[in-house]
């Protein structure tokens, strides 16, 4: 498995495990990050979503589709600054910029790998 295959990888087990965490424990979560507890289900839906997009991420890694690879790079940098946005807006606490800023830096990390990845495909 090449470096950005696993560094999707390894984000959609992260996704999974915040999906999990949203529809079994969503209170759990929202704690940890300075928000109220869940008085619907919404949260839990947003659980599910984000377990079903680490799906994705797990079967492209898999699959090596480098070109999903590549078209997470940019948004999930723009969801860090959607998040930064929502902050500053008052609509959540500061502490939620430590998972934007998660988000970002494993995109970053992606797009390492990426380059890394074809270096040494075009060295050999």
Known sequence: ????????????????GQGLLLFFAPDL????LGIDPALDGWVRVVGIALMVLSVYYVWAAQSMLVPFFVMTIPTRIAQFF???WLVAQGHLGAI???TAAI????ALWTWWALRVDWRNA???
């Open 1 to 16: 498995m090449s470096r950005a295959a696993w560094s999707i990888l390894l984000f959609g087990l992260y996704m999974a």
């Open 29 to 32: 979560l929202l704690g940890l």
């Open 82 to 84: 959607a998040f930064l």
């Open 96 to 98: 939620v910029i430590g």
């Open 103 to 106: 988000e970002a830096l494993a």
């Open 122 to 124: 075009a060295a050999k």
